[in-house]
């Protein structure tokens, strides 16, 4: 009878101490997961470098996780579009360039919604010549990056594609005037024709013609860049 009481209180020391090393770490462990929750870059040295990523103005979600994924800073873009949502960003990020520490699809998606882009702001103002989008615009990179733009035709929509000028000053007047918001770097003059022009087509598409000449589109074009 003894020896049974004896054993049976080895048990109960045994459960005890169980339950005592399990609640101590189910308590560690919610201190850790808080940690993570509410001070995210304090674990950055568990976490990989910090990635240069340039958002382009109108890229949805799916695009965005597509351009972190492809730049290294997840693997997977199905689970940081996954996350966006979650988090209720998919659709309130800004174009711009966003430096982010790569890790898993969760942090990046953290760092995201707390990130606030570098953004390059350009103004297009009526009668803007090519030298002064060059000089005083701040476009990145060297001169010959706008002109690049400008004479690349597949960054005009199709509609104007077949009808655009010979020479890179005709075609910036097809740039609508406004200011832009883009990604500083190398891909800014392209966001900005792109943008710009697609922006002209959509205030004056209506007014074109279905025989419209090249002529006929420059003298428009550069009638509307200065009023």
């Known amino acids: 009878m003894g020896i049974a009481k004896e054993t049976d209180c080895r048990h109960q020391v045994k459960i005890k101490r169980f339950l ?5 770490l189910f308590v560690l ?3 850790v997961f808080s940690l993570i929750v509410s001070h995210p870059n304090r674990l950055d040295f568990l976490r990989g470098d910090i990635i240069p990523v340039s ?3 109108g890229m949805n979600a799916r695009a965005v996780a ?3 994924a492809a730049a ?4 997977n873009p199905g689970r940081l579009l996954y996350w966006m949502q979650r988090m209720q960003i998919d659709r309130k990020l800004s174009p711009g360039l966003y430096k982010i520490r790569s890790g898993i699809a969760w942090s990046v998606a953290h760092s995201l919604k707390e990130a606030t882009p570098e953004v390059l702001r350009v103004a297009i103002i009526p009668g803007l010549t090519l030298a002064d989008v060059q000089k005083k615009q701040g476009i990145s990179g060297s001169n010959d990056a706008l002109i690049t ?3 690349d035709d597949s960054n005009f929509p199709p509609r104007l594609q077949e009808l655009l000028p010979e020479k890179a000053a005709d075609r910036l007047s097809l740039i609508a ?3 832009y918001l883009l990604p500083p770097g190398e891909k ?3 966001q900005l024709v792109q943008s710009g022009s697609k922006r002209w087509l959509e205030l004056l598409g209506g007014y074109l013609s279905e025989n419209l000449t090249k002529k006929e589109l420059l003298n428009k074009a550069i009638l509307a860049s200065v009023v």
């Open 66 to 68: 597509g351009e972190f």
């Open 188 to 190: 800014a003059a392209k």
């Open 177 to 179: 005037p406004d200011t």
């Open 72 to 75: 290294g800073v997840v693997k």
């Open 20 to 24: 005592l090393w399990g609640s101590g």
């Open 149 to 151: 733009a400008l004479n």
């Open 55 to 57: 958002i382009s103005p």
């Open 29 to 31: 462990l919610l201190l």
